[in-house]
């Protein structure tokens, strides 16, 4: 259960009731973006995430994003934005624990996990090899999503926000991720 309080559109005002209703008549309402709009600069804060991934699809492609995606929120624990990758693995055919890689997509991967774990100890070999595929430019891209991605599952973990209906009949495909428990 959320650790706060989930507003109703009926108690957004100003800007937020603007983007709530915009949100909805494009079907676009999640329980993340519910509580985000309970403080407008954060809700704009955490919009650009979609101008990273759409920077993302462009760079890696669509299937090598959700791949990258998902190994970044697994990684670190986070079971909403889980889910919402699970799905989306599963919409383009995967299935999210058994799927074979390409080696670009296993590198975006292995960088998902490493970001997460330790982020001052990606290693120059993991590099190396990113560089065979994309270059600084799209490196940033690649990265700068990662961080955003963090920074959402961050969010939803430490708020605990509420699983969308439309995710529930997933919950029991989300593995919580255990490296954590090693750390002393």
Known sequence: MARVHLKQPDELTGEAKKAYDELNSKGKI????L????????YKAFMGWYDSWASLVDTVGLRAATIYAHSVSTTNGCQLCSLFFISDLKELGLDPNNFETTENEKLLQQL?????KDP???SDELFDGLRKFYTDEQIIIIVGFGAQMQATN???????V???ARLLPLKDQFKPATWREAIK
């Open 154 to 160: 961050n969010f939803n973990s430490v708020l605990g």
């Open 30 to 33: 999640t329980n993340m973006k």
């Open 120 to 122: 001052t100890k990606v």
């Open 112 to 116: 998902g996990q490493q970001i997460v």
């Open 162 to 164: 509420d699983v969308d």
């Open 35 to 42: 509580v985000m709009l309970q403080d407008y600069g954060t």
